[in-house]
């Protein structure tokens, strides 16, 4: 999931959707990209995958900013890289924040990825005021759930060209109608749900699943539990 954000954010930034249909007409057209390099990345939710983003991030030599649930705990256990060196120079976020800070985040970002779960806090977390606060030359990126942004507040940044584009994973009805008015513009991509689906994470997944299948039949609770009657 975070090697298919990082791949978005290139996309964007290199214009790519806009420069592929030039060949198609058999036109050279010149599309002015842009870097990654030294721009700023706002992740929203440093869970695992934010957390690995940031550190893809940083090979870009990104500055790296995060707004999450729990800033203080995140602080102490995610910010350094597992290089066993932990310096102040490792950190792999520049700066971790609360939700509450998203007003005063959201306007410093060139990019904003998404990777908080979908729950009653987070729905729709992302609407017109949000989104009015990023800047024009700033992009959104979304692997997690589509209904964390509004779409409708997003459409109308997209077409007035209050945000430069978004680039999605997710949809809002799964698999998308081909004849959506947002796959309709040249500011915003969609890739179909396909960053967990590796034949790597499919291996990993297998694995999980034998290894339970044995911890169960011995009567043992099994890894990644998350039935509460289960775990205790």
Known sequence: MAELTIFLMIYLAKNIKNAGSSLMKRRVISVLGSELHSKTLLIIGLGATGIEVAKLAKSFNMHVVAVTKHPSSKKKKRLLKTSGVH??????????????????????????????PLNNETLAMIGKEEINLMKSSAFLINVARAAIIDGDALYSALVDGKIAGAAFDVFWDEPADPNDRLLKLDNFVLTPHIAGWTIESAKATASIIVTNIKIISQGEIPLTAVNSVLSH
């Not at 950190?91 to 971790?96: C, E, K, N, Y």
């Not at 060139?110 to 908080?116: F, G, V």
């Open 87 to 116: 310096a102040e120079h490792d950190a792999v976020v520049d700066d971790i924040k609360g939700l509450g800070s998203l007003p005063e985040s959201i306007p410093i970002a060139d990019y904003i990825s998404i990777h908080t």
